[in-house]
């Protein structure tokens, strides 16, 4: 996997097939919720479904939003396990997000919560639709964009949430 700007990304790590069934079991397995943020004294619905899975005891929340833990279900843990031994990094979460069309999104942020520690690494693997996934850097001009396709496997390494923001626009002409 090589590196840029402290990003590692892993072209088709799991193939298409293995990543549609997948994305159907966890559509039907999980539990979904449209969450919500609050900003400025408002809450605004977050524009995509997701699901909080984590190790007993670990919690997670952003924007006055604690997340609802649900348990590891046994595809879960195959499919961390696979990608702990793709990227060499052990995990004690996932926050599966759901973009149900080019209309979800998530806008520029940082994963630097405190729960996720000083120096988080944070996995990506996309399942569905290909979409985009942009960059920017907290002090300067520097810009960039991936495209990720299914199957596609990413990983932010801890400098990255330091330096970096990143967001997932709309695309209004993807479909789930």
Request: net charge negative; aromatic share 10%; with cysteine.
């Amino acid at each position: 996997m090589p590196e840029h700007h402290g990003l590692r990304l892993s072209h088709h790590a799991f193939p298409a097939a293995q990543c549609q069934s997948w994305m159907k079991a966890l559509l039907e397995q999980l539990i979904w919720h449209e969450d919500y943020y609050e900003a400025h004294g408002r809450r605004f619905h977050i524009p995509r479904l997701q699901a909080w899975v984590a190790d007993a005891g670990v919690q997670y929340s952003y924007s006055n939003n604690l997340l609802a833990v649900q348990h590891w279900s046994p595809l879960l843990l195959k499919i961390k396990t696979d990608v702990e031994s793709i990227v060499g990094h052990t995990f004690n979460s996932v926050l599966v997000t759901y973009y149900r069309n080019g209309h979800d999104h998530v806008t520029w942020h940082a994963d630097d919560e405190h729960e996720l520690g000083d120096d988080p690494f944070i996995a990506s693997l996309s399942l569905g639709a290909t979409r985009t996934f942009q960059y920017k850097s907290k002090t300067d001009d520097v810009t960039g964009e991936l495209t990720l396709d299914e199957g596609d496997l990413l990983l932010m390494l801890p400098q990255f949430q330091h330096d970096w923001l990143h967001c997932v626009p709309m695309e209004a002409e993807v479909e789930s």
